[in-house]
């Protein structure tokens, strides 16, 4: 539980997610919730299904290529700050 709660204690990262949904779906209602869990509700009624999954598709992708980005660039930053052996 303690490692949930270190992920994204101040939804800064949630925030971010639902920004690049919104940017993807500007016509749908995004909504984040949860505190140990994360979960999106996108309303996207009255629009064409099969358009609504490829843009859901594309904005997690790019989200998760964010995220792995700034994972790594984060990793970098702390191997740089670690003492060399």
Same mark, same amino acid.
């Given at each position: /539980?303690? &490692?949930? %709660?270190?992920?994204?204690?101040? #939804?800064?990262?949630?925030?971010?997610? +639902? !920004?690049?949904?919104? =940017? #993807? =779906?500007? %016509? #749908?209602?995004?909504?984040?919730?949860?505190?140990?869990?994360?979960?999106? @509700?996108?309303?996207?009624?009255?629009?064409?299904?099969?358009?609504? &999954?490829?843009?859901?598709?594309?904005?997690?992708? !790019? @989200? =998760?290529?964010?995220?792995?980005?700034?994972?790594?660039? @984060? =990793?970098?930053?702390? /191997? +740089?700050? /670690?003492?060399?052996?």
């Amino acid at each position: /539980m303690e &490692e949930k %709660e270190k992920w994204d204690s101040d #939804f800064a990262k949630r925030k971010k997610i +639902k !920004a690049i949904l919104d =940017h #993807f =779906h500007s %016509e #749908f209602s995004v909504r984040i919730g949860g505190s140990t869990s994360v979960y999106y @509700a996108i309303d996207a009624r009255g629009t064409d299904p099969v358009l609504t &999954e490829q843009r859901t598709k594309a904005a997690i992708l !790019a @989200a =998760h290529n964010s995220a792995v980005g700034t994972s790594v660039q @984060a =990793h970098a930053e702390q /191997m +740089k700050r /670690m003492p060399q052996r």
